[in-house]
């Protein structure tokens, strides 16, 4: 029956336009920012825009292009409430979870392999354009290596935290607010908090998202208990309980 639920969710994907805008935003902007960053750093005469982080180059695909892509999850779920077609869905598939579960494998899909190719794409070009501001990234070092394989899961991971809000929100606009303040706002605020900022902000899931994806990326201020992989294996916990709390509200509630 799975097989039956991600085919429905492979024809939604295709048939509707949102994704297809969603997946543009995220292409342009991903490689815009890429030439962008890297023509600057190429042309600083005076050696200041020194690059030694390859996610300097990939910053349009691993934080705002994953912000249009959790937004699209949301939409997978939510716009289906809206619109009532819901209730075939279930009636078609009674086991919820399958469903749900079929829009993680196919939006998911749908993140990973975008963001993998931008990924590479967005690195490799801000590098050579960059020219010798650039030279001491190593494209096959192991910093641009978890770039590569790293964006993509954290992409997914994110998908499953939008499709989890959608599920228990169900409203497009009161999950996408939920969403974009959570991980623009929210924990940069708690952050600047004096005595409880340094106590939680290592313990903020969308904080160690982006430990993972660079060390720097937050800042030195936050004390980390763990390293990137750590903080990896902590943002994938809080995906799976929040996709996991959309999937258990999803079978109490009515559709």
């Not at 078609?92 to 190719?117: D, F, H, N």
């Not at 910093?143 to 228990?168: F, S, T």
């Not at 005595?195 to 993972?212: C, D, E, I, R, T």
Request: charged share 10%; proline share 4%; glycine share 12%.
């Amino acid at each position: 029956m799975i097989s039956h639920a991600i085919d429905a969710e492979r024809i939604k994907l295709l048939s509707t336009r949102s994704p297809y805008w969603c997946v543009g935003i995220v292409v342009v902007l991903g490689i815009l920012l890429s030439v962008l960053i890297g023509v600057i750093a190429g042309s600083d005469a005076s050696g200041s825009s020194d690059l030694r982080d390859p996610s300097a180059f990939s910053i349009g695909v691993s934080q705002i292009g994953v912000i249009v892509l959790m937004i699209m999850a949301v939409l997978a779920v939510t716009s289906e409430f809206r619109f009532g077609t819901i209730r075939t869905t279930f009636q078609a598939i009674p086991r919820r979870e399958l469903v749900l579960g079929a829009k993680a494998i196919v939006y998911g899909g749908l993140a990973g392999v975008v963001t993998l190719i931008l990924g590479i794409v967005t690195i490799v070009l801000g590098t050579s354009l960059a020219g010798d501001a650039g030279s001491a990234i190593d494209l096959g070092g192991s910093e641009a290596v978890r770039q590569y394989w790293g964006i993509p899961v954290y992409a997914v991971l994110c998908v499953l935290i939008g499709l989890g809000i959608g599920a228990l929100v169900r409203q497009s606009a009161g999950a996408i607010v939920i969403l974009l303040i959570w991980s623009l706002a929210l924990e940069g605020i708690i952050g600047i908090i004096p005595k409880v900022g340094p106590a939680v902000s290592p313990y903020l899931p969308f904080n160690n998202g982006a430990h993972f994806i660079s060390e720097s990326a937050v800042g030195d201020s936050i004390d980390y208990p763990w390293g990137p992989y750590g903080s990896l294996l902590y943002f994938a916990l809080w995906a799976v309980l929040i996709f996991g709390a959309g999937i258990a509200v999803t079978q109490r509630r009515d559709a």
